[in-house]
Nanobody, 114 residues
């Protein structure tokens, strides 16, 4: 059974940075594609980034150039470095494997506000 645990959220001022972590257990981590989604207040959950075991990461247009997804296979952890944060980035951020019907973490709150 896959378990995903996000951490690293918090309150940050506009223009600031945060790094989220997603610790994965219960699977052969190296072979899995891991994604980050987010759900802002009153909004639908949206995909923002994915990373496969090989190949280039993919990003939504809304975060490309500001966010970087990476993985540490030895630690079975996926990271999301978020720079130049904007108030509209405020959301609960979720880690996912296996798509919409796959495994989800509990989410971590990111609030961008002055």
């Amino acid at each position: 059974q896959v378990q995903l645990l996000e951490s690293g959220g918090g309150l940050v001022q506009p223009g600031g940075s945060l790094r989220l972590s997603c610790a994965v257990s219960g699977i052969i981590f190296n072979l899995q594609t891991t994604s980050w989604y987010r759900q802002g207040p009153g909004k639908q959950r949206e995909w923002i980034a994915s990373i496969r075991f090989a190949g280039s990461p993919n990003y939504a247009d809304s975060v490309r150039g500001r966010y970087t997804i990476s993985r540490d296979n030895a630690k079975k952890t996926v990271y999301l470095q978020m720079n130049s944060l904007k108030p509209e980035d405020t959301a609960v951020y979720y880690c996912n494997q296996g798509g919409l019907s796959g495994a989800w973490g509990q989410g971590t709150q990111v609030t961008v506000s002055s």
